[in-house]
C-alpha cells in the first residue's frame, strides 16, 4: 500500500501529451546532438589543418636532391617559415601504405618510384602563404603546389555558417519545447487542483505537492535524451565508414585529455560517446526540469 | 487554546464577513459555530488554519501568533489541525486507506508505521472492510468517516469541521456525530460549524451564534437558535 499515485501512471493516463512533450525533448536533443557532432568535428579538422604544412611542393622526378637543399635553405633565410621538411619518394611510400592500409589492392600497384619527393613547408604566419606560394612556383622542377589555405578557409566559411543555422535552429526548437512542457505539465497541474488543495490544506510541503511535476518534467527529458543519444550512437556507427574514406590521411583527432583519458572525435572512442551521452542527458534533464518549474511557477501560486 | 483578538474580515470585493471578534477556546472544547449561510462561520474556520488572513486582528493558537508564521512555516502548522468538510474533500484517485496515510506520508513516516496507523485508525472510525475502496465504490457516510479519519491519523490537537453532516442523513448524521464526539473525549478540541439544530440541541454544548459577521451569543450548554 502506498498513498502516492505512480507518476508512470499518470503519465500512461494521458500517454499523447506525454509523448509530444518526449519527442519535442527529443528532436531538439537529436538536433542539438548532431550540430555539436558537427562543430567539434570540423573546429578539430580546422585547426589540425591550421597546425598542418600549410605548403606542400611537389617535384619533378628529374628534380634533384641538392637543388632541392638549397631551395629549402633558400627558403629558411626568408625567416617567413617555420618548418621545412622533405618527404623523399621512399617516405612518400611509407605515408601511403599507412594511409591506405586497409586497402591491398591499392597497395600493390604503386611503388616508390611513382610518387613524387616533397616538401612540406609551415610558414610562420599564414600571411606570407601567398608570398612563399610564388617563391617555390618560380622554382625549375616544381611540379605542383598544394596550397592548403584556401581548404581551411573554405572550411572555416562553412563552419561559422552551420555554427550560425544550428544555434537559431535549436533555440527555435528549445522554444518550442519548453512550451509544450509548460502546456502540458500546466494542464497536469489544473486538473489535479483540488488535490493540490486537499494536500495544502492536510501539511503538505510545498516541495511534496511540487515534487510530482519536478519528476514528470525530468522523466520527460530523460525519455527524450534516451531516444536522442541512441540515434546519434546509431548515426555515428552508420556514417563513421564514410567518414572513414572522407578524412583519409587525417591522424587522430583529440578533443582533449583528462589525465588517463583521451577524449577523440575521430575516430570516435568510446569516450566520445561518453560525453555526448552525458551531454544529451544533462541537456535533457535540464529542459525537463526548466519546463516544470515554469509551470509550476506560472500555475501553481502558493 | 486559541484566541480571536479583535478580527475583523473584509473580502477584497468589499464583503464584511467578520466584524471585530473576541473569543476564546480552551483546549478540549466543543464548540458549536451557527448561524446563517454568510454569516462568517467558514470565514472563521478559515482563518483558524490560515487559508485566509484577517483584515485586522489576531489569531492565537497556543500563544502562537499564525498570522505572523512566515508562508513556507503553515504547513507544519497545519499538521497539527484537523480539517472535515462537507464535501468530504477525499482524493478520488486514491483507496480509502490511501487518502487517510497520504498525512502520515507528507509528515515522512516510514511505510510500516503508516500501514499500523492507517489500520488504527479505520478500526475507529469502523471501515476497516472497506480500506481498499475508492471513493466512489463509498456510501456518503463512509466517505466522511475516511475524511475524519484523515482528520485525527496525524494526532491533531484541533479539529475543525464545516457542515460535516450537511450532506447525510438523519441516521449516519448521528453516526458521524458521534465519532467527533468520541475524539473529543479524548481531548482534541473540535469546533464545529453546522445548520442541523438536533444535534446542537441534544449535544448540550458551548454555543457560538454568528449574525452578519458578529457574536451575537456565545453560551455554555446551549442549545440551537
Do not use: C
Not at chain 1, 81 to 90: G, P
Not at chain 1, 273 to 295: D, F
Amino acid at each position: 500500500m502506498t498513498s502516492s499515485v505512480s507518476f508512470f501512471k499518470r503519465i500512461r493516463r494521458t500517454p499523447y501529451q506525454a509523448l509530444a512533450a518526449i519527442f519535442m525533448i527529443f528532436v531538439t536533443l537529436l538536433v542539438t546532438g548532431v550540430f555539436i557532432v558537427l562543430a567539434l568535428g570540423s573546429s578539430s579538422l580546422i585547426s589540425y589543418f591550421e597546425s598542418k604544412p600549410q605548403l606542400t611542393v611537389f617535384f619533378k622526378d628529374e628534380k634533384d636532391k641538392e637543388s632541392i637543399d638549397s631551395l629549402t635553405q633558400k627558403l629558411k633565410n626568408t625567416q617567413k617559415v617555420s618548418t621545412v621538411q622533405f618527404i623523399s619518394k621512399e617516405q612518400a611510400l611509407e605515408v601511403y601504405k599507412e594511409q591506405n592500409k586497409n586497402d591491398p589492392l591499392l597497395l600493390e600497384m604503386v611503388t616508390a618510384e611513382i610518387l613524387p619527393a616533397s616538401l612540406e613547408i609551415s610558414a610562420t604566419s599564414p600571411e606570407y602563404l601567398s608570398e612563399l606560394n610564388d617563391m617555390v612556383k618560380k622554382e625549375p622542377g616544381v611540379d605542383d603546389v598544394v596550397f592548403q589555405k584556401d581548404v581551411v578557409d573554405t572550411l572555416i566559411t562553412w563552419t561559422t555558417i552551420l555554427r550560425k543555422v544550428g544555434i537559431v535552429f535549436i533555440i527555435f526548437l528549445l522554444v518550442a519545447t519548453l512550451f509544450i512542457l509548460l502546456t502540458t505539465i500546466g494542464m497536469k497541474i489544473a486538473l489535479r487542483k483540488e488535490e493540490i488543495e486537499v494536500l495544502n490544506l492536510i501539511g503538505a510541503s510545498n516541495w511534496y505537492i511540487r515534487k510530482p511535476f519536478i519528476k514528470e518534467g525530468l522523466v520527460y527529458g530523460l525519455g527524450g535524451s534516451i531516444g536522442a543519444s541512441l540515434v546519434i550512437t546509431l548515426f555515428l556507427l552508420y556514417f563513421e565508414p564514410f567518414a572513414q574514406s572522407f578524412l583519409r590521411g587525417i591522424p587522430d583527432l583529440t578533443l582533449f585529455k583528462l589525465n588517463e583519458v583521451t577524449v577523440s572525435i575521430w575516430p570516435p572512442n568510446m569516450y566520445f560517446y561518453i560525453l555526448i551521452w552525458a551531454v544529451i542527458m544533462i541537456s535533457g534533464m535540464v529542459i525537463g526540469l526548466l519546463g516544470s518549474s515554469i509551470a509550476l511557477s506560472r500555475y501553481l501560486k502558493d | 487554546m486559541i484566541r480571536f483578538v479583535g478580527i475583523s474580515k473584509t473580502y477584497p470585493s468589499g464583503n464584511i464577513a467578520l466584524k471585530d471578534i473576541n473569543l476564546s477556546i480552551a483546549d478540549g472544547e466543543f464548540v458549536f459555530l451557527i448561524g446563517s449561510s454568510g454569516a462568517g462561520k467558514t470565514t472563521l474556520l478559515r482563518l483558524l488554519d490560515r487559508e485566509l488572513a484577517p483584515t485586522s486582528g489576531h489569531v492565537y493558537i497556543d500563544d502562537v501568533n499564525i498570522s505572523s508564521l512566515s508562508k513556507n512555516r503553515v504547513y507544519e502548522f497545519r499538521r497539527k489541525m484537523g480539517f472535515v468538510f462537507q464535501d468530504f474533500k477525499l482524493l478520488s484517485d486514491r483507496t480509502a486507506a490511501e487518502n487517510i496515510g497520504v498525512v502520515l506520508e507528507i509528515m515522512g513516516r516510514n511505510r510500516g508505521e503508516i500501514e499500523k496507523k492507517v489500520k488504527e485508525t479505520l478500526q475507529f472510525v469502523g471501515l476497516t472492510d472497506k480500506m481498499d475502496y475508492f471513493p466512489v465504490q463509498l456510501s456518503l457516510g463512509e466517505q466522511q468517516r475516511v475524511a475524519i479519519a484523515r482528520a485525527i491519523i496525524g494526532g491533531a490537537k484541533i479539529l475543525l469541521t464545516d457542515e460535516p453532516t450537511g450532506n447525510l442523513d438523519p441516521k449516519t448524521s448521528w453516526e458521524i456525530l458521534k465519532i467527533i464526539s468520541d475524539i473529543n473525549k479524548s481531548g482534541t478540541t473540535v469546533i464545529m460549524a453546522t445548520h442541523n439544530a438536533d444535534i446542537v440541541n441534544s449535544m448540550r454544548k458551548r454555543v457560538i451564534t454568528l449574525k452578519k459577521g458578529e457574536v451575537i451569543k456565545d453560551e455554555k450548554k446551549s442549545r440551537y437558535g
